[in-house]
Nanobody, 127 residues
Framework: QVQLVESGGGLVQAGGSLRLSCAASGRSLSRYAMGWFRRAPGKERELVAAISWGGGNILHADSVRSRFTISRDNAKNTVYLQMNSLKPEDTAVYYC????????????????????WGQGTQVTVSS
């Protein structure tokens, strides 16, 4: 399994930006589809964004589309989530997840599809 460590979370005012990073170790991410999920207090975990191993196919949840952008740098074994125009409802623990993919264009929507998870990073957006 690949080990994942998230960083970049913190406290930010509404309208601000953060960039989350997910650094992998143990294996190259170049054959892994990746996802960012979040869990807000009292709510279920939800997909924020997903990206294929080649980076060519991307999915963003409706709630974050046009504000958040997932990207990856396979040479650095890192996946990113750029979060702009943050809202208080974006407050959550954010997790990255990885899954070996059978094709470069595949990404995965459901959390159960992923094999490896990071420990999470807290994002708090104040109003």
């Amino acid at each position: 399994q690949v080990q994942l460590v998230e960083s970049g979370g913190g406290l930010v005012q509404a309208g601000g930006s953060l960039r989350l990073s997910c650094a992998a170790s143990g294996r190259s991410l170049s054959r892994y589809a990746m996802g960012w999920f979040r869990r807000a207090p009292g709510k279920e975990r939800e997909l924020v964004a997903a990206i294929s191993w080649g980076g060519g196919n991307i999915l963003h949840a409706d709630s974050v589309r046009s504000r958040f952008t997932i990207s990856r740098d396979n040479a650095k074994n890192t996946v990113y989530l750029q979060m702009n125009s943050l809202k208080p409802e974006d407050t959550a623990v954010y997790y990255c997840a990885a899954r070996q993919a059978s094709a470069s264009g595949n990404y995965y929507y459901h959390g159960a599809s992923y094999d490896s998870w990071g420990q999470g990073t807290q994002v708090t957006v104040s109003s």
